[in-house]
Structures are given as structure tokens and as C-alpha cells.
């Protein structure tokens, strides 16, 4: 299979897995409350039910890690290097609070970095894909695609972008030291999306995030020619103890 039948295939499971969260967010929202203190839907669950079994069909020689098996306590053996990382619903608060930005996330992990990555919005149907090394797109609802790049920022006028929900003193202080034109503050992974598709230039995170909040859009981030890196520098790696994340800061062009 080559990497784009799979991007395809992944593309079409993701957006299998944001119908499913829509038939549940038509509704009443009920919220449970995970190990670790974090909100769970019963839509998280829906579509896990559906990108999991869906992965392990399209590759069944790669991993599946996803945020909500590894909760369940399924977690799988990621040593040998190539490994799916899934996020169900990623902005489980942003989809409580029914704001829309919530996505589905879906990233192929190979060597410690990215090779591929899906994101969909399902309440508008939007998707970004993209493989490292051949480029980025944004799909419609009615399946239209159009080439994605991130922008060469402007050093004196920034526009950055950041958390909704995860904002802290070290976010604000990072923010307050650049030369920023705008700040937009976002949900979910939809934050990837915008540096990609040249619509802010930076997107600094303080505070933990897992590794499946990250690599499907750090995955279209390089494909659509940013970067990502550690807060303090240096190359950000998957596969880390627990899948915790450290800190980061994503660039456009």
C-alpha cells in the first residue's frame, strides 16, 4: 500500500469516527470522569470503537495506541519503532461545551517522528492530511481538497496562536516577550491546523498534553512545511515514557 492509499484510508476512518461523534453531540452529553480526573464521553468511546478495529484492519502489522484503550489499560508494545497514535476526540471540554472545536486525531508514527497524520472537524466536516515530505491538503465536507503550506512569518508581527482552555502564567509571559500582531486562542489540535494552513505562525503549549494530542498535527504541520520542536529546543520524539508530552513550540515556515 503506498503512504497515500493509506492517508486516503485514514482520512475515510476519521471521518466514519466524526459522524458517529455527531449522533452523539446532537443530543444530551454525558460526561464521566477518567482515572487521572479528565472528562470522558460516551463519544469518545463511540469512536474509538470505530478508528481502532478500522487501524488494525487497514495495518494490522502496526500498533494501535489510543488515548482511550490506553485508559482501559490496553497498551500495546511500541518498541519497534512504527505505531499509530489516536486521539477519539480531542478537546473532550470543547466538545462538552459544544463550541466546536473538537477533532478527531490520527497519526502514523514511524522512527520516533511523524510520517502521516489525519485531523477532522466534525462539526463542519473539514479535514487536514498531509505525509511528511510530500505536502499537506484540507478536505471539505464534499471531499474537494486544496494544497496547505504554512506561511513565512513576519518577525516584527506575529500572530500566535494558543489555548482555550490550558492557559498559565509561563503561556502569557512566552506571548508578552514577542513582537505579536494578534493572539488567537483555539481548541483542541485545530491550533496545528492554523499554522499549517498559514493562518497564525506560532503555537506555544506550557503544560502536559499526551502524545496522541500531538501527532497527527505535528504530522500536517511537516507536511505543510513547519516545525515543531521542545520548549527548550531540540527535536520532539514520540514513543516517550507513558506517552507524556514536554512542552513545545510550533513554527510556521
Known amino acids: 500500500m503506498t503512504d ?10 476519521a471521518r466514519r469516527a466524526g459522524d458517529v461523534i455527531m449522533e452523539y453531540y446532537e443530543g444530551k452529553i454525558e460526561v464521566d470522569e477518567k482515572s487521572d480526573g479528565s472528562p470522558v464521553t460516551a463519544a469518545d468511546r463511540a469512536a ?8 488494525k484492519e487497514l495495518t494490522p502489522d502496526i500498533p494501535v495506541v489510543s488515548e482511550e484503550s490506553v485508559d482501559a489499560g490496553d497498551v500495546p508494545d511500541v518498541s519497534g519503532g512504527t505505531f ?17 472545536d473538537f477533532t478527531v486525531n490520527i497519526g502514523l508514527i ?3 517522528v511523524p510520517k502521516l497524520g489525519v485531523l477532522m472537524t466534525p462539526v463542519n466536516g473539514l479535514a487536514w492530511a498531509g505525509i511528511v515530505g510530500e505536502g499537506a491538503f484540507e478536505e471539505a465536507a464534499d471531499g474537494t ?3 496547505i503550506a504554512a506561511r513565512v512569518p513576519d518577525p ?7 489555548s482555550r482552555s490550558h492557559r498559565s502564567p509561563e503561556l502569557e509571559d512566552y506571548i508578552a516577550a514577542r513582537p505579536v500582531k494578534e493572539s488567537i486562542s483555539r481548541g483542541s ?3 496545528f491546523c492554523l499554522v499549517a494552513r498559514g493562518e497564525a505562525d506560532l503555537y506555544p503549549r506550557t503544560g502536559p498534553t499526551m502524545e496522541w494530542d500531538t501527532a497527527a498535527g505535528h504530522a500536517v504541520l511537516l507536511a505543510a512545511g513547519g516545525s515543531m520542536e521542545m520548549f527548550e529546543g531540540g ?9 507524556l508530552n514536554g512542552w513545545f513550540v510550533v513554527r510556521g515556515g
Request: net charge positive; aromatic share 8%; hydrophobic share 50%.
Open 156 to 162: 516584527e508581527a506575529l500572530v500566535v496562536v494558543a
Open 235 to 243: 527535536e520532539f520524539r514520540y514513543g516517550k515514557p507513558k506517552f
Open 145 to 147: 481538497r486544496k494544497q
Open 84 to 100: 499509530w497514535l489516536v486521539d477519539p476526540l480531542d478537546g473532550t471540554k470543547e466538545y462538552i461545551s459544544r463550541n466546536g
Open 4 to 13: 497515500q492509499a493509506r492517508l486516503d484510508a485514514v482520512v475515510a476512518i
Open 189 to 191: 489540535a485545530l491550533k
Open 110 to 112: 514511524v522512527d520516533g
Open 48 to 55: 474509538d470503537a470505530v478508528i481502532v478495529p478500522a487501524l
